[in-house]
């Protein structure tokens, strides 16, 4: 397929409109609706673009299908910072979302009507949601098997998730360095590592339950395992 680069683009509607099998890189978007829109997209590449202050979405994959978004940055879109809707096996991965949606609402990663895509690696920060603050949000049942893991989010969002049949791996809720950190490891399977909390250094505080499903669980801690 073709390939859009090294653009540089202010205040359009749709910044930069993609299809089929493009690669779209290295590209700056500035305010309009939606900064880098790809429509009914096969084996694309979305890389190493930036998105500034769109109304709407900063990516919007619609209908794309083995469509890989990675390694960009996408900064302050009043509605949502990736958006896929009705796409399968894409891969969003290792994108810098920031600062998505107002001071009551965040949705940084958004899939509707998606099933078996992958969000991986991806780095999300929100410094003024206080209500409705959701780092990845799968909003209905019909987004079937997709699988989220090692995401990192900053500044108090968490998973949404009503889609069907999600697989979790780890996902990092505050830098670690942060006297609030959880690393959620929600594996998939009968067993579930749901939370390790640190509280200040990991060696004086620190707690570690693994759950079966039915509300029994082990707990680790720096002394002593009990169940």
Request: proline share 0%; net charge negative; with cysteine.
């Amino acid at each position: 397929g073709s390939t859009i680069s090294s653009n540089v683009v202010e205040g359009a509607t749709r910044s930069i409109y993609g299809f089929g099998s493009q690669t779209i890189s290295g590209n700056a978007v500035y305010g309009g609706s939606t900064g880098i829109y790809v429509n009914n997209s096969s084996q694309a590449v979305v890389t190493g673009n930036t998105a500034s202050s769109q109304s709407l979405y900063g990516i919007y994959l619609l209908n794309g299908d083995r469509t890989t978004v990675t390694g960009n940055q996408v900064n302050s879109s009043s509605t949502n910072g990736i958006r896929v809707n009705g796409g399968e096996n894409n891969t969003i991965s290792s994108n810098m979302v920031n600062d998505i949606g107002g001071s009551t609402a965040n949705n940084a990663i958004y899939l509707t009507n998606s099933d078996d895509n992958a969000v991986i690696g991806n780095s999300i920060y929100d410094s003024s949601c206080t209500s409705t603050c959701y780092a990845i949000n799968i909003v209905d049942g019909t987004s079937l098997s997709n699988y989220l893991a090692d995401n990192v989010f900053e500044g108090g969002a968490t998973i949404n998730d009503t889609g069907t049949g999600t697989v979790y791996a780890n996902q990092l809720n505050e830098d670690l360095d942060s006297a609030t950190a959880d690393l959620i490891l929600q594996a998939p399977g009968t067993v579930q590592v749901l939370s390790d909390t640190v509280l200040g250094d990991a060696t004086t505080a620190g707690e570690l339950r693994i759950a079966d499903g039915t509300g029994a669980y082990l707990t680790i801690n720096n002394s002593a395992a009990s169940d």
